[in-house]
């Protein structure tokens, strides 16, 4: 049987026109990378010995990497900002002098996953998925 992946480049995609449509935000930044070959997967999962699920291997097939940031627009009112905050008031901000509200997704090309090292701050396995999957 076959397994069929979602479509995650469209995934991403659809979320930041989304993000976009809303005049609550402001997206600072999207790119997506250009996807890595099925043997380029391979070659990778070779010389690190590492095995990647399928549903990975589907992942870095589709886009080699992820860079997103969007923020809390600061020219609303402060109305719309007060309203915000209470709809999400676990809306972390980045730091202690960033006045607005911000999130980030950064998803690392394959070989600097594979290869970085990551010292004591990471738990490494063999097997690499998505939510624990092995």
């Not at 989304?18 to 600072?28: A, D, K, P, T, Y």
Request: proline share 4%; glycine share 4%; net charge negative.
């Amino acid at each position: 049987m076959t397994q069929t992946f979602p479509d995650y480049r469209a995934l991403f995609t659809r979320m930041v026109d989304e993000l976009r449509r809303q005049s609550l935000f402001v997206i600072e930044r999207f790119t997506l990378a250009e996807p890595l070959s099925m043997s380029d997967i391979q070659a990778l999962e070779r010389e690190t010995g590492y095995e990647l699920t399928d549903d990975l291997r589907a992942f870095y097939a589709q886009m080699n990497g992820l860079d997103l940031k969007w923020f809390l627009d600061p020219a609303i009112s402060d109305a719309d900002r007060a309203s915000f905050h209470l709809e999400y008031p676990d809306m972390d901000v980045e730091n202690s002098s960033d006045e607005y509200a911000s999130a980030a997704i950064r998803i690392l090309p394959l070989r600097d996953v594979l290869t970085r090292d990551w010292g004591r701050r990471c738990i490494t396995s063999r097997t690499w998925g998505f939510t624990g999957s092995r």
